[in-house]
């Protein structure tokens, strides 16, 4: 093993450190050029020459491609090239790369409405249109299988005949289910007789795409000697670079790729899409390819995150005391594997300090477009069972619910069921802020109801690189690689400024392309902050040893006799002499007679992330004849460690909320019975409007996490986590009867009060 | 795959373009409904005719005690009319539920009606309020009422060289309300899982002398629906009328199960919806 990095070992994080810019709201230095329209998106890098290129996609959920021609299109004038399966390399199916290149461009069958069949690039999209239209496809329709359970059954359709399942002994026989995978500790049985009152109940969820607004774009320009530039809009330039070299079989030095500005990804821009499919255009064609999906495509082809089945059982004594948790889930992935589903068993109940855990949980293929990552993959969708049956139980034993949680809490010392023991978190720091909150004090309205949920995220760190450069006059240019999807650009330049004691405003940052740093993890899971702002801390802390090393051989000292303090190069005591302190621009000004430019570079595998925790409270009314739900307060508390920028770190637990509050009300895919989606459009796609949601309050508790410099957690995945469940217990309060299946639209919000009327006499 | 576009100042050139064309043609009013079809490859029209060059369809008029309204006046412009407003309260409330803002500034009734949904917003209320279409074509002009134009989705009994051209909205009585509302998932941008407009007049002690109920998106188009109406005439619309109001519309919906609602909730809904919007109408009549 390779020694550790000193700054993951001693991050230097100092609580009484008195900071001057870390913990305010600068203006981001990337916002006016949003605002004003003129940044550059996916879609908005234009090239000499450059074609117009798009997808033909398979109607059927699943079929056999018995042939291809594409004769008759390439005829067409103005059509520079088309493009099929045959123009892809040969990768065994059922692997990871064999995956990927099938979902990117189907070979031996179409696995889902949207699948993309064939592609043209064209010197215009009216002519790349009807090109497509000569594109003939010779399809032999299969049954389909949409439902996760269903596809499970032993009669199902089967979309992969070399499909067995996972950890299951002696699996012999084509499924559709990938894996079964168990998680647990100590002994439910004997946890649950120790139990005064169990809670068992089942939950259903829907699959939600990530709703981005900016659907995938990118261009495509190769030269004749192999060489790739790829302009895209994506949350991982890296991996999209080492997963198009696996698949086109092209050396990763010979693609690269510059990400464009982020017009949301959530984490649905962490695989690609069009992208291997511009660069074959191109490649045949020998001209830039520009793909732009349309909404259609990006709800038929792209996302979403998965639904679920679950079961959910937990125990606890009369005091509050839970003694056993159990969990049976499956997930559906779309045809290929990839779900992240293990997040789920090892998220759900984590936040309790539980002894007895059993978790068995099951990813299951069907004819649905390739499930991607999203706010906190996998679990969401069974915190809106846990934090329901949690809920539930302490309202049986008369306890208030945050109290129940406070009971239960873990903290730090805590051994979690994937292994890892807490260091210090601040769930109960959270619980108790909430327990304070203006909202949780205030009396619920007459006619409303009011919920909670607590929700748990792990928080990433992994590979990461950066450089800081100073110039001549002092100000620094920062050179990012993981994307900034939400903010981490000004984020990470007021840690730097914080570091070299400077404005902020004398800070840049700039997003590399795949040739100009090492390889970046994508952005995602809460990592880019942290994981980014510890590699620029660190080499703003390398820029700063150099300072004072300049510093010493301007004064003639020797540089251990320097040290520096809020911008200023200084002597380190009064023994070493009387110079007057060296500003970095007085420094920087000197480099050409010193040692040349001043840098500094770090890459590392950031460890140290610190757990994320945070409760939601809401309050909502329901038109009792419609079943209509209308959301009239809400209050997020989250743990952020330390808000690096405040207002960036509300927009996140508000974003949070709000993508959780469409997925609890109203978004869900429609699928005829043909297997085709029939809802691809915004329109009947039901995302909440600005109107639908009220001005989401937030609490940012700070417990900072000591192995970051200035103690900062993740903030981009906990904000979804609870808000279903919470939604859910509101209406709960509400109607007499909690929710257990998404979307919780009218129609089902309405048969559940006339349901609950019936049951209890009218 | 060109699309060839007109902008005609007459109605007659308008007329002559529609009946000339030997492709698909369309009419373009606001193109709110037009312009996005055929950005998602619904239609492919080769002749595009924009009529809100042409000022008949873009007048709003007093006549005879009551209005005539251009069929592409767009929607901000019918929002901003005192008198309209005044007297027809109810189709403006079907107009101020079209779209956006963005929308509303481009999309007219007339096209609202043309593009042939069933859950057209300002539709239900123009039928209740007897709203009668001038159309326009090669044999000269007609006027039909409203409820008799659409004749399924996407459908109308409008002939190829046909255009229409205003609408008429008759004077009112004293103690005349009307009021439309529809139910949605969301609160804006969304499209009517059930609408209902109601018209109603009242004699001087408060009972209801005249009604007239329409049903948006329960059927393959708006229904005018006489049971609801009858329901409400000669009552004081009091809770036991409502009742039977509510049994009507919930009897005369033809819904389908799809997207945007199932027929069961549809139906429900139908009935929930008719008592709202008729004491919504009846508090309007109250106070003319």
């Given at each position: 093993m390779a020694q550790a990095h000193p700054i993951l070992e001693n991050s230097g994080f100092n609580p009484d450190k008195k900071l001057k810019i870390v913990g305010s709201s600068p203006i981001k230095h990337d916002g006016l050029d949003k605002v004003t329209g003129r940044a550059k998106f996916g879609a908005d890098m234009f090239l000499p020459g450059m074609l117009v290129g798009k997808i033909l996609r398979s109607p059927h959920a699943h079929a056999i491609i018995k042939s291809i021609d594409i004769s008759a299109a390439e005829k067409l004038p103005g059509v520079k090239a088309v493009i099929c399966r045959d123009d892809f390399p040969e990768i065994k199916a059922g692997s990871a790369d064999g995956d990927m290149t099938r979902n990117a461009m189907a070979r031996e069958k179409a696995l889902y409405d949207g699948h993309p069949v064939a592609a043209v690039a064209a010197t215009s999209e009216s002519v790349a249109k009807a090109a497509l239209k000569l594109i003939k496809v010779e399809y032999e329709v299969l049954p389909h299988v949409i439902d996760p359970v269903e596809a499970m059954q032993p009669d199902a359709p089967i979309l992969h005949d070399y499909l067995r399942t996972k950890g299951v002994k002696g699996a012999d026989k084509p499924t559709n289910v990938v894996e079964r995978y168990e998680l647990g500790m100590g002994d439910v049985e004997a946890g649950f007789k120790e139990a005064d009152v169990i809670v068992e109940r089942e939950f259903d969820t829907k699959p939600m795409?990530?709703?981005?607004?900016?659907?995938?774009?990118?261009?495509?320009?190769?030269?004749?000697?192999?060489?790739?530039?790829?302009?895209?809009?994506?949350?991982?330039?890296?991996?999209?670079?080492?997963?198009?070299?696996?698949?086109?079989?092209?050396?990763?030095?010979?693609?690269?790729?510059?990400?464009?500005?982020?017009?949301?990804?959530?984490?649905?821009?962490?695989?690609?899409?069009?992208?291997?499919?511009?660069?074959?255009?191109?490649?045949?064609?020998?001209?830039?390819?520009?793909?732009?999906?349309?909404?259609?495509?990006?709800?038929?082809?792209?996302?979403?995150?998965?639904?679920?089945?679950?079961?959910?059982?937990?125990?606890?004594?009369?005091?509050?005391?839970?003694?056993?948790?159990?969990?049976?889930?499956?997930?559906?992935?779309?045809?290929?594997?990839?779900?992240?589903?293990?997040?789920?068993?090892?998220?759900?109940?984590?936040?309790?300090?539980?002894?007895?855990?059993?978790?068995?949980?099951?990813?299951?293929?069907?004819?649905?477009?390739?499930?991607?990552?999203?706010?906190?993959?996998?679990?969401?969708?069974?915190?809106?069972?846990?934090?329901?049956?949690?809920?539930?139980l302490a309202r049986k034993i008369g306890m208030d619910p945050i109290d129940f949680r406070l009971k239960n809490a873990a903290t730090e010392g805590y051994k979690t069921i994937y292994g890892d023991v807490f260091g210090p978190i601040g769930f109960v720091e959270t619980l108790q802020a909430a327990k304070k909150c203006d909202h949780y004090k205030s009396p619920v309205p007459a006619g409303q109801g009011r919920g909670t949920a607590a929700g748990f995220w792990f928080n990433r760190g992994g590979e990461t690189t950066g450089t800081l450069n100073i110039g001549i006059d002092g100000s620094v240019t920062l050179i990012l690689g993981t994307t900034d999807v939400a903010g981490s650009r000004i984020s990470i330049s007021m840690m730097a400024a914080e570091e070299l004691g400077i404005p902020v405003d004398k800070v840049r940052a700039v997003m590399a392309d795949t040739h100009s740093l090492g390889f970046n993890r994508v952005t995602a899971g809460s990592r880019t902050t942290f994981s980014t702002g510890m590699v620029?801390?660190?080499?703003?802390?390398?820029?700063?040893?150099?300072?004072?090393?300049?510093?010493?051989?301007?004064?003639?000292?020797?540089?251990?006799?320097?040290?520096?303090?809020?911008?200023?190069?200084?002597?380190?005591?009064?023994?070493?002499?009387?110079?007057?302190?060296?500003?970095?621009?007085?420094?920087?000004?000197?480099?050409?007679?010193?040692?040349?430019?001043?840098?500094?570079?770090?890459?590392?595998?950031?460890?140290?992330?610190?757990?994320?925790?945070?409760?939601?409270?809401?309050?909502?009314?329901?038109?009792?004849?419609?079943?209509?739900?209308?959301?009239?307060?809400?209050?997020?508390?989250?743990?952020?460690?330390?808000?690096?920028?405040?207002?960036?770190?509300?927009?996140?637990?508000?974003?949070?909320?709000?993508?959780?509050?469409?997925?609890?009300?109203?978004?869900?895919?429609?699928?005829?019975?043909?297997?085709?989606?029939?809802?691809?459009?915004?329109?009947?796609?039901?995302?909440?409007?600005?109107?639908?949601?009220?001005?989401?309050?937030?609490?940012?508790?700070?417990?900072?996490?000591?192995?970051?410099?200035?103690?900062?957690?993740?903030?981009?995945?906990?904000?979804?986590?609870?808000?279903?469940?919470?939604?859910?217990?509101?209406?709960?309060?509400?109607?007499?009867?909690?929710p257990q299946s998404l979307p919780m639209s009218p129609p089902k919000i309405l048969k559940l009060i006339d349901d609950h009327k019936a049951k209890n006499g009218g | 795959m060109d699309v060839r576009y007109e902008a005609p100042q007459t109605l007659e050139a308008a007329v002559a373009l529609l009946a000339g064309a030997t492709a698909p043609a369309k009419i373009l009013a606001g193109g709110t409904d037009v312009i996005v079809q055929m950005e998602t490859d619904l239609i492919e029209p080769s002749l595009l005719v924009d009529i809100k060059k042409i000022p008949e369809l873009r007048q709003i008029t007093a006549e005879n005690g009551g209005f005539r309204i251009g069929a592409a006046v767009p929607g901000m412009e019918l929002m901003a009319h005192k008198a309209l407003n005044k007297a027809w309260p109810g189709v403006l409330d079907g107009v101020k539920l079209i779209g956006s803002i963005q929308v509303r500034g481009r999309a007219s009734i007339g096209g609202n009606l043309c593009n042939g949904s069933p859950a057209a917003d300002s539709v239900p209320p123009l039928i209740a309020a007897g709203a009668i279409a001038r159309i326009i074509g090669l044999k000269g002009t007609r006027e039909v009422p409203v409820e008799q134009i659409p004749t399924g989705p996407g459908k109308t009994s409008l002939a190829k060289d046909e255009i229409i051209v205003s609408f008429f909205l008759p004077a009112r009585p004293p103690h005349s309300g009307d009021a439309y509302q529809r139910f949605t998932p969301r609160t804006e941008m969304d499209i009517a899982v059930v609408g209902v407009g109601v018209n109603l007049t009242l004699d001087n002690g408060g009972t209801c002398t005249a009604a007239r109920v329409a049903l948006g998106a329960v059927a393959p188009t708006v229904l005018l629906v006489k049971e609801c109406a009858d329901a409400l005439i000669g009552t004081k619309v009091d809770n036991a009328a409502l009742e039977k109001l509510a049994a009507a519309a919930s009897a005369a919906c033809r819904p389908i199960d799809d997207k945007r609602g199932t027929k069961e909730y549809r139906i429900k809904i139908a009935g929930v919806l008719a008592k709202r919007t008729a004491l919504a109408a009846l508090e309007v009549a109250r106070k003319n």
């Open positions: 795409h990530q709703g981005y607004i900016e659907p995938q774009g990118c261009v495509a320009a190769t030269t004749e000697d192999g060489q790739i530039e790829l302009w895209c809009s994506t949350q991982a330039p890296w991996v999209y670079r080492d997963r198009l070299s696996n698949i086109l079989k092209i050396e990763t030095a010979k693609i690269r790729i510059q990400q464009s500005e982020m017009g949301g990804g959530f984490g649905g821009k962490t695989g690609f899409y069009p992208e291997p499919i511009a660069i074959q255009l191109s490649r045949k064609a020998k001209r830039p390819v520009k793909i732009a999906l349309t909404r259609n495509e990006v709800f038929r082809a792209t996302g979403p995150v998965s639904g679920t089945k679950s079961r959910i059982k937990i125990g606890c004594k009369k005091d509050g005391t839970i003694t056993a948790a159990e969990a049976e889930l499956i997930f559906q992935t779309g045809p290929f594997t990839g779900s992240a589903f293990t997040n789920a068993p090892q998220a759900m109940f984590t936040r309790y300090a539980l002894k007895n855990v059993k978790t068995v949980s099951y990813e299951v293929v069907s004819n649905r477009p390739k499930v991607n990552s999203f706010r906190a993959p996998c679990v969401p969708q069974v915190v809106f069972g846990v934090e329901g049956v949690i809920e539930e620029i801390i660190d080499s703003a802390r390398k820029a700063i040893t150099e300072l004072c090393k300049r510093a010493a051989g301007i004064w003639g000292v020797s540089p251990d006799a320097v040290t520096f303090e809020d911008g200023f190069c200084k002597p380190a005591g009064a023994n070493v002499g009387s110079f007057e302190p060296l500003s970095i621009a007085q420094i920087a000004a000197k480099t050409m007679a010193t040692h040349g430019a001043i840098a500094g570079h770090s890459e590392m595998n950031v460890t140290g992330a610190g757990p994320g925790f945070g409760l939601h409270i809401v309050d909502v009314a329901v038109d009792k004849e419609t079943g209509r739900v209308d959301i009239k307060r809400y209050t997020v508390v989250e743990d952020a460690g330390k808000a690096i920028h405040r207002l960036q770190v509300e927009g996140q637990f508000q974003g949070g909320a709000v993508q959780g509050i469409g997925w609890a009300l109203n978004e869900e895919y429609c699928y005829g019975k043909d297997g085709r989606m029939e809802n691809p459009s915004f329109l009947d796609y039901r995302m909440p409007v600005a109107s639908d949601v009220p001005m989401i309050d937030t609490e940012i508790v700070e417990v900072p996490n000591p192995r970051h410099p200035y103690g900062l957690r993740g903030v981009g995945e906990v904000p979804v986590v609870p808000t279903m469940a919470a939604i859910a217990n509101a209406i709960g309060q509400c109607i007499g009867v909690r | -």
